[in-house]
Structures are given as C-alpha cells and as structure tokens.
C-alpha cells in the first residue's frame, strides 16, 4: 500500500459543484501539502500545513479551502468548482530535520476535471 | 520574482549520457532538488545539493554552482525507464519550493 493515499484518483464534475481532494499518509510525517500540476507549469503550492493547527496558504489557495482533521489526514476542498480548477492535484509530506530537508513524499494524483 | 528555468524537452539514445540543465533566480536559497516524474505517476525524489558541486547516485548525478544559479542533472548509461519528466525545485528563504515547469527527457533504442 501506498504511504500516502489519495482519493478519489479521477473526477469529473460540473461547474459550481463542491468537491472534496482527501489525502491520509502512513508515513508519520507532521507536514502536508496541496499541489496543483498544469501542463507547461511547475507544481504550484495550495495550501500547506505544519501540524493539525497550523494551516498556511501557498501560491494559489483562491478557491480553495483545506482542513487537517489529524496528523495523517489533510483534505482540500472546492467550494464551487470552475472550469480552470482543472488539473491533477498531488498531496506530498514532509519531515524536517531530515538528511534532505524540504524532501516530498507525494501521493500518487487526483485528476481533476471540472466541466 | 522567482524563476526556474529548464528545457521543456530532451532527446537522448538508450546506453548515452544526457545533462538536463536548470537556472534559478530565487529570494535565497536552501538547497536544490532533483525529481523524476513518469507519466501519470507522482513526482519521486532523486538528489539534493546544498554546497557547491557535485553529487553522485549510482547511474545520476546533480552538480550545482550557487554563485551562478546554475545546476544540472547527468543521467548516465541511459535505459529506457529513464523516459520521464525531470523537475528541478530550489528551497527559497522562507523554505518554500519553486518548482521549475520540468524536462520531458525521451529514451530512443
């Protein structure tokens, strides 16, 4: 089993309905993020989270809103979604005070299509 | 602002030798990385430098010059499993990463 598990891995839906992105890990990491990836673009950042009270935006959260509901859970959700949220969307950890700090460990995608 | 740039796309012969180069304009620095992304599949780490240089990983190595904002990633005695997207991402100082947009490396026999 992966240690970082997303669901659901494909959707498709319609304009201005709510999605929710859930992500769990095994790995016993405190950091959780929220990435998009586009065609041509680098992964942009979300939202990003230290521990279950700490959460934090990243480059691009419009539109966006997230909840850590434990250390092992960290979910995104799309309030209203818009055709421009489509995307595949990757939930990575991380430990500091490793030999590689800033080291991700994603999940494996959420394909995202938003009609 | 911040910028990573890489090739888009590199070809290269299965048994060759190919450098993927990436510069980057950062507010600060704390270490670059190296990922390997196959299609469809999730980014996996491969190398990170912090100090000038080079490091080595078997068949891949990652050298890096801060002075120049400069790195590259050599793949040596390449394989067909090589064929993959290959993303570079620099820790700037609020250690956050900046991901370059990734080189689509292609493996012909």
């Known amino acids: 089993d992966a240690d970082v598990t997303q669901t659901p891995r494909n959707r498709i839906t319609k304009t201005g309905k709510r999605i929710m992105l859930e992500c769990s890990q095994t790995k016993g990491h405190d950091r959780m993020y929220w990435y998009r990836q586009d065609p041509g673009l680098g992964l942009r950042l979300i939202y990003y989270?230290?521990?279950?009270?700490?959460?934090n935006k990243g480059e691009i959260s419009d539109g966006y809103s997230v909840s850590r509901q434990a250390q092992a859970k960290f979910s995104l959700s799309l309030e209203s979604a818009i055709p421009n949220q489509t995307a595949l969307y990757f939930c990575a950890t991380s430990e500091p005070g490793t030999d590689h700090t800033g080291e991700l460990f994603f999940g494996e995608g959420s394909r995202l299509t938003v009609l | 602002g911040q910028n990573i740039d890489q090739p888009t796309e590199m070809t290269a012969t299965e048994g060759a030798i190919v450098q993927i180069n990436c510069t980057y304009q950062t507010s600060g620095f704390n270490g670059l990385f190296w990922y390997q992304q196959h299609a469809g599949e999730a980014p996996t780490f491969l190398s990170y430098n912090v100090l000038d240089g080079l490091e080595e990983k078997g068949r891949f190595s990652s050298f890096l010059s801060r002075s120049k904002g400069y790195s590259y990633l050599l793949l040596k005695e390449l394989q067909m499993k090589d064929s993959a997207s290959y993303l570079c991402?620099?820790?700037?100082?609020?250690?956050?990463?900046?991901w370059g947009a990734g080189t689509k490396l292609i493996i012909k026999p």
């Open positions: 989270s230290f521990d279950v009270k700490d959460i």
């Open positions: 991402a620099v820790m700037d100082s609020n250690y956050q990463l900046i």
